[in-house]
């Protein structure tokens, strides 16, 4: 026997905004409608903004699941509709340490019922685990940096040596944002910077070859639904936090999506800018099929060109965010926190 779904969250950190009326169960203080919908996994409400605009204009019913802290029960039943997780690798950072566990579990929970879930536990899995996408990228056969993954301050520096070149980068195998991203030009820096205190959370930092831009920035491209939907032109001049949501400011202890204000880089240009000539079908159809293998439906690929013209793609983001202000520069009608929102009601 199936007992009533039983998912307690804590009243202050479930869903505050929905369009479709909604009501609670037996033991379960996440909002449920009464009716199927889309239901968004996150825990951070203002990278939402955007895409509750969408559901509201475009009519579809939706109900938000802020997931931080909470207990699940094993023999739960969840709702009828669809489930869209966006939950972040940067959570740790606006103080949900324990978010991302969490959510692999109620993922999982969702998926084992055979409910229809959007980016679901293998894309969270590998939104946290930056070694990992390198291993999936290369059996796809795209082109990424070389990576040696270590732990422990003595084993980091043997790596960085191992690596046998520079400059050389140092990343958080579990990061967001860019954060804890460094250059160094020489091992010696690296040993001066390094503590006992861990690199990421899981306690692997990654060596990398540094691939410096031809032209000083950077490629986002953009899938929805799998496909390849845009590519964005980044100016990668400040450094590598390089955050694509609307007025993303470092300083702050998140990135938040909504605004219209224009982002410029030093010399009064956009800092983001959708690239119209974009045209490589060889690394669209590799990664759209690398997403495919691994269910993984709205994500965002970077890649950086260097001064041979080859393109190494270093990052993968599975909780993908837009700049507004890029797509109405274009002027071409790009809107992809709507088509996102069109894919979920056409699945639901």
Known sequence: MISEPSIEIPEENSSRTHNTPTGKREGLSLPVADRPAVYVIHENSEWVVP???????????????????????????????????????????????????????????????????????????????????????????????????????????????????????????????GLGVELFNRVSELENRLTEEPISLDGIALLQQYVKPANGSITRMEFIGGKFYYAVKVDASG???????????????????????????????????IDREFNDPELVASLERFFCDNNIEIAAAEFTEDADGNRWVYDLNMNTNYNQQAERDSGNGKRAMHRVAEYLGKEL
């Open 51 to 177: 895409l509750r605009t969408a559901f509201n204009e475009l009519d579809i019913p939706y109900v938000e699941w802020f997931v931080d802290e909470g207990y699940l029960n094993l023999d739960a039943l969840p709702p009828e509709g669809v489930f869209y997780n966006r939950m972040s690798a940067s959570s740790h950072t606006r103080s949900h340490r324990y978010a991302v566990e969490l959510s692999e579990q109620l993922l999982g929970w969702l998926e084992s019922h055979g409910r229809r879930v959007i980016n679901g536990r293998c894309a969270l899995q590998l939104e946290v685990r930056k070694f990992e996408q390198y291993l999936g990228l290369k059996r796809a056969g795209v082109s990424v940096p070389r990576t040696l993954a270590a732990s422990g301050r003595e084993q980091i520096i043997r790596a960085a040596e191992a690596l046998g070149e520079t400059p050389f980068i140092l990343k958080p195998n579990r990061g967001g944002k």
């Open 239 to 273: 450094g590598f936090e390089l955050c694509p949501a609307d007025v993303c400011s470092i300083e702050d202890a998140f990135c938040p999506a909504p605004g219209s204000e224009k982002v410029e880089n030093n010399s009064g240009l956009p800092k983001f800018r």
